[in-house]
Nanobody, 124 residues
Framework: QLQLVESGGGLVQPGGSLRLSCAAS????????IGWFRQAPGKEREGVSC???????NYADSVKGRFTISRDNAKNTVFLQMNSLKPEDTAVYYC??????????????????WGRGTLVTVSS
C-alpha cells in the first residue's frame, strides 16, 4: 500500500523552528517529485515548497529564506525545515508525491499521492 506519513508538527512560538518529516512506504521516493502544501483554517490549500527527483527546489515567496526542503532517498524521507516561524504559518501541512521525469518541480503540479497532514501552530 502506497502511503505518505507526515510528522513533526506541533505548537511553537513565533520565531521558533520545526522540522517536518514525510516518510514514504510502499514505494521509493527516488523517482518522485515531492511537495509540501499547507491549508490554514478558512483558506485554500497552497503550495509551500517542492523538490524534484534531481534535488532542484522551489519555494513560495512567503517562505523563501525561512524554509528549506531536503530529501534523503536512503531513508525514503523528505524534510521541511521551518525557521523564523510566524503566526501566519499556522496550518495543516501535507506532503505529496508525483512520479516525474522532469528535472524541476512546480508548486502547481498535480500531485498523485497525499499524506494526511500534520498540524503546525505558531502562537505565543
Amino acid at each position: 500500500q502506497l502511503q505518505l506519513v507526515e510528522s513533526g508538527g506541533g505548537l511553537v512560538q513565533p520565531g521558533g523552528s520545526l522540522r517536518l518529516s514525510c516518510a514514504a512506504s510502499g514505494f521509493t521516493l527516488d523517482y518522485y517529485a515531492i511537495g509540501w502544501f499547507r491549508q490554514a483554517p478558512g483558506k485554500e490549500r497552497e503550495g509551500v515548497s517542492c523538490i524534484s527527483r534531481r534535488g532542484i527546489t522551489n519555494y513560495a515567496d512567503s517562505v523563501k529564506g525561512r524554509f528549506t526542503i531536503s530529501r534523503d532517498n536512503a531513508k525514503n524521507t523528505v524534510f521541511l525545515q521551518m525557521n523564523s516561524l510566524k503566526p501566519e504559518d499556522t496550518a495543516v501541512y501535507y506532503c505529496s508525491a508525483l512520479a516525474s521525469v522532469r528535472p524541476t518541480c512546480a508548486l502547481d503540479d498535480r500531485m498523485t499521492y497525499w499524506g494526511r497532514g500534520t498540524l503546525v501552530t505558531v502562537s505565543s
